[in-house]
């Protein structure tokens, strides 16, 4: 099967939507599909070395804004198409070319799409006003005109047949993966690491990962965190990992933190600290009101962390019965907080159980679930 690859959607980073590609692709190699990538000048040694087995192809230069790229994606991708003429077209971030609208369209290519959260629709208030219409848009493009569509949720599929339609045949669900050879439990020796990196010392401390911003809930975390811990004096500290976003409600929140407490904000931390942040919280604490999927929860399990995350959407499918939860509001989230603090044993039985669920989470089976997409749409 000859897959055209849409690859240029990625960040520099590879966070997001890189991060899926990144782990997907070479497993897709690994099932026997025929790889073609559209990949940014940026990327090329990267998926050299990640997939040797793929073609790639270097977009144009320009491509380093969002606009520039959504307009090759919308020109240079049909033309790309047609010259290749793949078995199916695989667009991996919601968007694809205007020129597809049905069977007749690019010699009749079929199209595969990925739809990575749904939240747009359900949680509007989450997202800025320019992203909820546009990805709301782009997913009813979706619905229109995709062969085939590859969500990572029950709770995706679900929400985008709840509020857009379409046929349930036409979506195929394929949870992400966890890359086990970066996020495993690690020795004391690398937690003490990045504990020094962090300036904690031996201070225990509760771990929040993803970016700030309005869906993720922080605000809540900050004020649980607070009514939890307020009368201890050796209270933990509140470690807020991750880029910044557009929650301004997180400024305010944290004017109410009494001054015997401590937050950290380290923004991003580099890939190779994840694994010791994560095993040395205390609790890893995921308070979101809307996930796709719920990345940093799988990760925070195969590294053996006790997790306190929410019963709302996707996450009940990640999480299982190998974390703890919580409603969302900062008096059940402090709640929950305390009696993980105080139960040591809990949060013991909570990592060993998060592991073991964490192994069933592989990308080995989610490119499996992508062939079976790309099968349909062939259908």
């Known amino acids: 099967m000859k897959i055209l ?3 240029t959607a990625i960040p520099a980073n590879l966070g997001g939507v890189g991060r899926y590609v990144d782990d997907l692709v070479p497993e897709l190699a690994q099932a026997g599909v025929h790889l073609t990538m559209a990949v940014q000048q ?3 040694e990267h998926f050299k070395h990640k997939v040797p087995q793929a073609r790639l192809i270097t977009v ?31 667009c991996p971030h919601y968007t694809f070319p205007a020129a597809i609208r049905g069977p007749k369209a690019l010699g009749g290519i079929p199209l595969t799409v990925t739809a990575h959260d749904a939240t747009f629709f359900s949680h509007p208030q989450a ?12 997913i009813r493009r979706c619905v229109a005109y995709a062969d085939s569509i590859i969500v990572p949720s029950q709770a995706t599929r679900d929400e985008i047949l709840r509020y857009v339609g379409g046929n349930e045949s036409d979506f195929t ?26 300036g904690l010392a031996d201070r ?39 880029g910044k976003g557009w929650d301004h409600d997180i400024e305010p929140a944290l004017t109410t933190v009494p001054s015997h407490m401590t937050v950290m904000q380290p923004g991003y931390l580099p ?11 205390e609790v890893l604490a995921y308070p979101s009101i809307g996930e796709g999927f719920g990345l940093p929860v799988l990760e925070a399990m195969a590294c053996g962390a006790a997790v306190l995350t929410t019963p709302i959407l996707s996450l009940p499918e990640v999480g299982g019965n190998a974390v703890a939860y919580s409603n969302p509001d900062a008096a059940s989230l402090s709640k929950e907080l305390l009696s993980l603090h105080h139960d040591p044993e809990r949060r013991q039985n909570l990592a060993q159980a998060a ?20 099968e349909h749409a062939l259908r």
């Open 271 to 281: 890939l190779g600290d994840l694994p010791g942040f994560l095993s040395g919280c």
């Open 127 to 138: 997202h800025s006003p320019l992203k909820k219409h546009f990805f709301s848009h782009a």
């Open 355 to 374: 592991q073991e669920r964490a192994k069933t989470f592989t990308w080995q089976r989610s490119a499996l679930a992508h062939v079976q997409a790309y």
């Open 5 to 7: 690859f849409d690859a």
């Open 173 to 198: 669900i394929a949870y992400h993966g966890v890359d086990r050879s970066v996020f495993h439990p690690v020795s004391d020796n690398d937690r003490s690491r990045v504990r020094a990196s962090l």
């Open 60 to 90: 144009p230069g320009f491509l380093k804004s969002r606009a520039a790229r959504i307009a090759w994606e919308q020109v240079g991708l049909p033309e790309l198409v047609s010259r290749i003429k793949p078995d199916v077209l695989h």
């Open 42 to 44: 940026r990327d090329v």
């Open 204 to 242: 225990p401390y509760i771990g929040f990962l993803g970016t700030l911003e309005p869906r993720k809930n922080v605000p809540a975390l900050i004020h649980a965190w607070v009514q939890a811990f307020h009368d201890d004096p050796h209270a933990p500290v509140l470690v807020l990992a991750g």
